[in-house]
Nanobody, 127 residues
Framework: VQLQASGGGLVQAGDSLSLSCAASGRSFSDYGLGWFRQAPGKERQFVAAISRSGGSTKYSDSVKGRFTISRDNAKNTVYLRMNNLKPEDSAVYSC?????????????????????WGQGTQVTVSS
């Protein structure tokens, strides 16, 4: 599966932004999906994950309550809605796909769990 993230940009603290990740290739619903981010000089950080069904999600503590991951299997797209953005949210955001997960279980929060990665999109939050 090929993944392409989009929707990043420069926003002010407190603003909202929505990212999209479009997939092509094998059946989209075969994959659990995740969003990760990486700031300069830092390791890649888990943000959110969603099950194949879309009915189960999980988040890192740093974004819980502010970010929402969702997916539309008919459109082969996963989304990340980010509210109340903070400067520390600034990073390159990438989407990822994991094959072989159960229908109702989101993938794990380690980058090593994922099989496919898309190019990232830059999110910059000014204070």
């Amino acid at each position: 599966v090929q993944l392409q993230a989009s929707g990043g940009g420069l926003v002010q603290a407190g603003d909202s932004l929505s990212l999209s990740c479009a997939a092509s290739g094998r059946s989209f619903s075969d994959y659990g999906l995740g969003w990760f981010r990486q700031a300069p000089g830092k390791e890649r950080q888990f943000v959110a994950a969603i099950s194949r069904s879309g009915g189960s999600t999980k988040y890192s503590d740093s974004v819980k309550g502010r970010f929402t991951i969702s997916r539309d299997n008919a459109k082969n797209t996963v989304y990340l809605r980010m509210n109340n953005l903070k400067p520390e949210d600034s990073a390159v955001y990438s989407c990822s796909a994991k094959n072989g997960v159960a229908w109702f279980s989101p993938p794990g929060n380690s980058p090593d769990h994922y099989d496919y990665w898309g190019q990232g999109t830059q999110v910059t939050v000014s204070s």
